[in-house]
């Protein structure tokens, strides 16, 4: 008997490898394409990331396609996705560092805008050329190593107008990295730059498919395409947690943890499966047997031990990566959400006390009811409904019942029912009462050992709405906070990349009902429904203006906020500056009735910024409106 030997053929090895790879490169795009469209879309550096997300994921799929396909037209057909994609890269990256640099405060003043413009033209002509086979030619007759479209002098000279693009998008990154003010947000910024490089970079292996020098040395171009996409991966996922932050105003650690959630649970599963499947297909037809029947064992089986594994061990990585000297806080808070004792949750847990009351000392009927404020909040019974005709509501018999109450007496006895208080401590001298429990007096006499039981089920319920009168004021006190902490939030957020937000006005959140109305009444400021049935027609400040304007509320309103909008004009004669930057937005956009983008060009802002800032703006009307309805108030 002979050894069998087994030959090894590298170029396949490599090429499979490189197919795995570029699938890996579609996934992991079309996932951070479905983040970004996910959680800031709005954003217009998120939505021109997205476009780059795009085009790259049109290089990828198709070049993996075609890889698989065998009919020459289905080929060309690809490749020609593949260079749409490939042509309108250049356009989409000039876009997208003209939004970056924008952002941290140097605004088109018409050039770089109309240079954007023209290059999108450009792009867009030759897009619909490559399908008239001009810009590239048709379908190339030997495979070099792999398939590729034919290139003519058309071709050469997009290389040129790619590589000229690509510097101009870059000039305008460093520029903007430069710009940046602090330490954080210049480290991000050189992350983006590195993190856009590289995809430009490993773009311009695709313009030279059919060279001849790569067409003799297989094994060279497989593992330039290798190295490429595997670079490709990380730097995309580099892009795409630096864009995270532009547009939001989550802290880092959220970013952090939301992106990695994603990361592990799509594309990383999505790959690795593919992946295993592809390997498991691949061995079996070089064997001569295709394996079909192991291939969907391997699918179901990674994909579960994958989710398993994530599911167990993400929280642990989440910690050792983001949370840092806090975590004893973190876990507070986490511990908060999955321990909060919730109106259901309590309602639930009250139903089995007054149940096992009824059963305890057999009585036909009992009820425990929760107060807040000396309000009725919740009632749960058991047994016969007549108990609840018993239920005290009004606050002078809970008065009552407070005073009866002894250190010596266990029931209270309260008509034809048992009452036992639920008390808190208030301080030393004082308890309030948090509910009561009921119940109907049993047939016979209760003993020591029921009345034992009975206390102990009470005491349990008594500390059930401690808990939750605690839960409360915690849910208060954050409710309270939050308008500080977004309004912090979104000063860290807008001044990350740009000092000038730092300096503008800005008001801490208002009451949400008001700024909604004042929204509605500076949208229809010359007229329409959310003027004319806006509840600020009712305030005191448009009462005292009627008869200025002869008993026309929609007018004394309309004045009182040209009234609010005028207090927030700086002193001076009218300038296009960022101290005017609120009145002008107000001015222009409400009271001149200009659009959005007329009022984004004469101030030099983005569209995006300028609904962030107009935000700002009504949040100072609201406040101005707020404090003359409180002067008002003080004189009537």
Same mark, same amino acid.
């Given at each position: 008997?002979?050894?069998?030997?087994?030959?090894?053929?590298?170029?396949?090895?490599?090429?499979?490898?490189?197919?795995?790879?570029?699938?890996?490169?579609?996934?992991?795009?079309?996932?951070?394409?479905?983040?970004?469209?996910?959680?800031?879309?709005?954003?217009?550096?998120?939505?021109?990331?997205?476009?780059?997300?795009?085009?790259?994921?049109?290089?990828?799929?198709?070049?993996?396609?075609?890889?698989?396909?065998?009919?020459?037209?289905?080929?060309?057909?690809?490749?020609?996705?593949?260079?749409?994609?490939?042509?309108?890269?250049?356009?989409?990256?000039?876009?997208?560092?003209?939004?970056?640099?924008?952002?941290?405060?140097?605004?088109?003043?018409?050039?770089?805008?109309?240079?954007?413009?023209?290059?999108?033209?450009?792009?867009?002509?030759?897009?619909?050329?490559?399908?008239?086979?001009?810009?590239?030619?048709?379908?190339?007759?030997?495979?070099?190593?792999?398939?590729?479209?034919?290139?003519?002098?058309?071709?050469?000279?997009?290389?040129?107008?790619?590589?000229?693009?690509?510097?101009?998008?870059?000039?305008?990154?460093?520029?903007?990295?430069?710009?940046?003010?602090?330490?954080?947000?210049?480290?991000?910024?050189?992350?983006?730059?590195?993190?856009?490089?590289?995809?430009?970079?490993?773009?311009?292996?695709?313009?030279?498919?059919?060279?001849?020098?790569?067409? /003799?040395?297989?094994?060279?171009?497989?593992?330039?395409?290798?190295?490429?996409?595997?670079?490709?991966?990380?730097?995309?996922?580099?892009?795409?947690?630096?864009?995270?932050?532009?547009?939001?105003?989550?802290?880092?650690?959220?970013?952090?943890?939301?992106?990695?959630?994603?990361?592990?649970?799509?594309?990383?599963?999505?790959?690795?499966?593919?992946?295993?499947?592809?390997?498991?297909?691949?061995?079996?037809?070089?064997?001569?047997?295709?394996?079909?029947?192991?291939?969907?064992?391997?699918?179901?089986?990674?994909?579960?031990?994958?989710?398993?594994?994530?599911?167990?061990?993400?929280? $642990?990585?989440?910690?050792?990566?983001?949370?840092?000297?806090?975590?004893?806080?973190?876990?507070?808070?986490?511990?908060?959400?999955?321990?909060?004792?919730?109106?259901?949750?309590?309602?639930?847990?009250?139903?089995?006390?007054?149940?096992?009351?009824?059963?305890?000392?057999?009585?036909?009927?009992?009820?425990?009811?929760?107060?807040?404020?000396?309000?009725?909040?919740?009632?749960?019974?058991?047994?016969?409904?007549?108990?609840?005709?018993?239920?005290?509501?009004?606050?002078?018999?809970?008065?009552?019942?407070?005073?009866?109450?002894?250190?010596?007496?266990?029931?209270?006895?309260?008509?034809?029912?048992?009452?036992?208080?639920?008390?808190?401590?208030?301080?030393?001298?004082?308890?309030?009462?948090?509910?009561?429990?009921?119940?109907?007096?049993?047939?016979?006499?209760?003993?020591?050992?029921?009345?034992?039981?009975?206390?102990?089920?009470?005491?349990?319920?008594?500390?059930?709405?401690?808990?939750?009168?605690?839960?409360?004021?915690?849910?208060?006190?954050?409710?309270?906070?939050?308008?500080?902490?977004?309004?912090?939030?979104?000063?860290? /957020?807008?001044?990350?990349?740009?000092?000038?937000?730092?300096?503008?006005?800005?008001?801490?959140?208002?009451?949400?009902?008001?700024?909604?109305?004042?929204?509605?009444?500076?949208?229809?400021?010359?007229?329409?429904? $959310?003027?004319?049935?806006?509840?600020?027609?009712?305030?005191?400040?448009?009462?005292?203006?009627?008869?200025?304007?002869?008993?026309?509320?929609?007018?004394?309103?309309?004045?009182?906020?040209?009234?609010?909008?005028?207090?927030?004009?700086?002193?001076?004669?009218?300038?296009?500056?960022?101290?005017?930057?609120?009145?002008?937005?107000?001015?222009?956009?409400?009271?001149?009735?200009?659009?959005?983008?007329?009022?984004?060009?004469?101030?030099?802002?983005?569209?995006?910024?300028?609904?962030?800032?107009?935000?700002?703006?009504?949040?100072?009307?609201?406040?101005?409106?707020?404090?003359?309805?409180?002067?008002?108030?003080?004189?009537?």
């Amino acid at each position: 008997m002979y050894p069998t030997t087994v030959t090894v053929n590298i170029t396949a090895v490599l090429e499979t490898l490189n197919q795995i790879l570029t699938a890996g490169v579609t996934i992991t795009t079309v996932a951070l394409f479905m983040y970004a469209l996910g959680f800031n879309w709005r954003d217009r550096i998120a939505q021109t990331f997205g476009l780059i997300l795009l085009s790259v994921a049109l290089i990828y799929s198709s070049e993996t396609i075609a890889a698989i396909s065998e009919q020459d037209h289905i080929i060309q057909f690809w490749l020609r996705i593949k260079w749409t994609g490939l042509v309108m890269l250049p356009a989409v990256y000039l876009h997208f560092s003209d939004v970056v640099l924008t952002l941290t405060g140097r605004p088109s003043r018409g050039r770089r805008r109309k240079v954007v413009y023209a290059v999108y033209i450009i792009s867009i002509i030759m897009t619909i050329l490559v399908w008239f086979s001009i810009t590239v030619g048709g379908l190339a007759t030997k495979k070099a190593p792999m398939f590729y479209l034919e290139r003519n002098q058309v071709t050469y000279w997009f290389g040129w107008f790619y590589l000229l693009v690509m510097f101009l998008a870059s000039t305008n990154l460093i520029r903007a990295t430069r710009r940046s003010i602090t330490s954080t947000s210049r480290r991000r910024l050189i992350y983006l730059l590195t993190g856009a490089a590289i995809p430009v970079l490993t773009s311009i292996l695709f313009l030279f498919h059919g060279n001849t020098f790569l067409a /003799a040395h297989p094994n060279l171009f497989w593992m330039m395409s290798i190295f490429f996409a595997a670079l490709t991966i990380p730097t995309l996922v580099m892009m795409a947690y630096v864009v995270s932050f532009f547009g939001l105003t989550w802290t880092d650690r959220a970013i952090k943890s939301r992106l990695l959630r994603w990361l592990l649970r799509g594309p990383f599963v999505v790959a690795l499966v593919l992946g295993l499947t592809t390997l498991v297909r691949r061995y079996g037809l070089s064997q001569g047997d295709p394996y079909n029947q192991y291939i969907p064992v391997v699918m179901v089986s990674s994909t579960l031990v994958l989710q398993y594994l994530i599911t167990v061990l993400s929280p $642990k990585l989440e910690q050792k990566l983001f949370w840092g000297d806090e975590k004893g806080d973190f876990e507070i808070i986490q511990g908060l959400q999955d321990r909060m004792l919730t109106k259901k949750d309590l309602n639930q847990f009250l139903e089995t006390i007054v149940a096992s009351i009824c059963d305890r000392v057999q009585s036909p009927g009992c009820f425990v009811v929760a107060y807040d404020a000396g309000e009725v909040e919740l009632i749960v019974s058991a047994g016969n409904k007549r108990v609840l005709s018993h239920v005290p509501m009004e606050a002078s018999k809970l008065e009552e019942i407070k005073q009866a109450i002894t250190p010596e007496r266990a029931f209270l006895e309260w008509g034809d029912i048992y009452l036992v208080p639920l008390l808190d401590d208030v301080d030393n001298d004082d308890q309030q009462i948090l509910g009561l429990c009921g119940f109907m007096r049993p047939k016979g006499t209760m003993d020591e050992e029921a009345e034992y039981d009975v206390r102990l089920m009470t005491e349990r319920a008594n500390l059930a709405l401690h808990d939750r009168h605690l839960q409360k004021h915690v849910i208060d006190s954050i409710a309270t906070l939050q308008s500080e902490v977004d309004y912090i939030q979104n000063l860290r /957020a807008s001044t990350s990349y740009d000092r000038r937000g730092l300096l503008e006005s800005g008001v801490r959140e208002v009451n949400p009902e008001i700024f909604a109305w004042v929204r509605d009444a500076m949208t229809h400021y010359w007229g329409g429904p $959310k003027l004319t049935n806006n509840p600020l027609l009712q305030f005191k400040f448009v009462d005292a203006n009627l008869d200025e304007f002869e008993g026309n509320r929609n007018n004394a309103l309309r004045a009182a906020l040209k009234t609010a909008i005028e207090r927030l004009r700086p002193e001076g004669e009218r300038k296009y500056t960022s101290d005017w930057i609120l009145y002008n937005i107000l001015d222009l956009k409400f009271i001149q009735g200009e659009k959005v983008r007329e009022v984004a060009r004469r101030l030099s802002i983005s569209e995006a910024d300028l609904y962030r800032k107009q935000r700002v703006a009504l949040e100072n009307v609201a406040q101005i409106i707020i404090e003359m309805e409180t002067e008002h108030a003080a004189l009537s």
